[in-house]
């Protein structure tokens, strides 16, 4: 009888240990589920996304039930990948409808499938696009010039995720390290400091319970030689963030022994996420990625499948190939692309999770 309720008691404290919250103790139950689902799919398989998938394709914008994925493989992706930045009050900076994006996240939802959304704010200086800036990130915080200008911003982006009322991963300040955006505009102290006021701010008076928190930083910026300390440079602390994320692009080169090189860096950036998520009891994401244009017709099978394979902790959750904007840029195959077998041999792989994989994710 003792062995017995020792042995329970063991069981109990394993479960506890692995076990993960997020950092929203508040977070609605369907969130909760949603985050602790992904884990539980982790050691085995990777979730398989698409950016910006129902809203247009190569040749196709906006036309209902269309997708570049589905119609190559038979499903959706299991994540959908969705930009807000407030550009404009109607569409987004890649000329999407804001009200039409809900409809399509409801979907998603609806069909099972999971929403990241990306929030890429508009400058509290100038109220223009992201990228073009002069701001020092400072002014936008408590107390400081431009902080009631930030706080519109932010009472946007809440009033857009309360209205939606589905669970959302949402990458905060994207690819902060590339030095392209205002928020990266400024000292670590200050960019953590602005991260960790948005996520209480969210939390705490606006109530919005419905967030997975993403922290997203770009592969570009980093030196291989130094990654740990590159990627975490501006990291808000554990108690901020639920994901590992990483913006990761990857080049076509010419020869055989150059596109090596470049899958074994993919692979060993892979394998650093999982190892982070793992040390951290997080989960990780490869949060967009891909080959544009897809000229190496086996880059699905030859880079991510063998990436996947070499994972040593099984805490990467999902991958999000970027957007299929038009003919010349695109990061999924169409038609009959020459790198469409490949993409069917992927789906098929025991590895690999789309929409119609996942079962009652949200329970």
Not at 319 to 348: C, M, Q, W
């Amino acid at each position: 009888m003792l062995k017995t309720i020792g042995l329970c008691a063991c069981l109990i404290l394993v479960q506890v240990v692995f076990a993960q919250s997020l950092i929203d103790g508040k977070a609605s139950k369907k969130t909760n589920n949603l985050y602790q689902n992904l884990r539980n799919n982790a050691p085995k398989k990777v979730l398989i996304g698409h950016q910006d998938d129902m809203a247009y394709g190569v040749k196709w914008r906006a036309k209902k039930g269309r997708s570049d994925v589905r119609e190559t493989v038979g499903s959706y992706p299991a994540v959908h990948g969705w930009d807000i930045d407030f550009s404009g009050n109607v569409y987004n900076r890649d000329s999407v409808r804001y009200d039409q994006m809900k409809l399509w996240m409801r979907e998603v939802y609806s069909r099972g499938g999971i929403n990241a959304l990306s929030w890429r704010p508009n400058s509290p200086d100038t109220e223009r696009i992201p990228f073009i800036s002069n701001l020092e990130l400072a002014t936008a915080l408590p107390g400081a010039a431009l902080h009631q200008e930030y706080l519109t911003l932010l009472n946007q982006l809440a009033l857009f995720l309360s209205q939606l009322n589905v669970p959302v991963v949402l990458r905060l300040f994207d690819q902060h390290n590339a030095g392209e955006v205002w928020w990266g505009n400024g000292t670590e102290a200050s960019f953590v400091s602005l991260w960790r006021f948005t996520v209480d701010y969210l939390k705490e008076v606006k109530k919005v319970h419905n967030i997975i928190y993403a922290y997203s930083p770009n592969r570009s910026a980093m030196n291989e030689l130094s990654m740990a300390k590159d990627y975490l440079y501006g990291y808000p602390g554990d108690d901020y963030v639920d994901v590992f994320g990483l913006v990761n692009y990857i080049e076509f080169k010419e020869t055989l022994a150059e596109r090596q090189i470049i899958s074994n860096k993919f692979k060993n950036d892979l394998k650093f996420i999982d190892l982070l998520a793992h040390q951290k009891n997080k989960l990780g994401a490869i949060t967009e990625t891909g080959q544009n244009g897809l000229i190496d017709s086996l880059w699905f099978s030859q880079t991510l499948v063998t990436s996947f394979e070499a994972l040593n902790y099984g805490a990467l959750s999902w991958v999000t190939l970027g957007p299929n904007k038009d003919s010349t840029h695109y990061y999924i195959p169409f038609d009959e692309h020459p790198a469409a077998a490949d993409f069917r041999d992927f789906r098929k792989n025991d590895r690999t999770l789309f929409e119609n994989d996942l079962v009652e994710i949200y329970k």
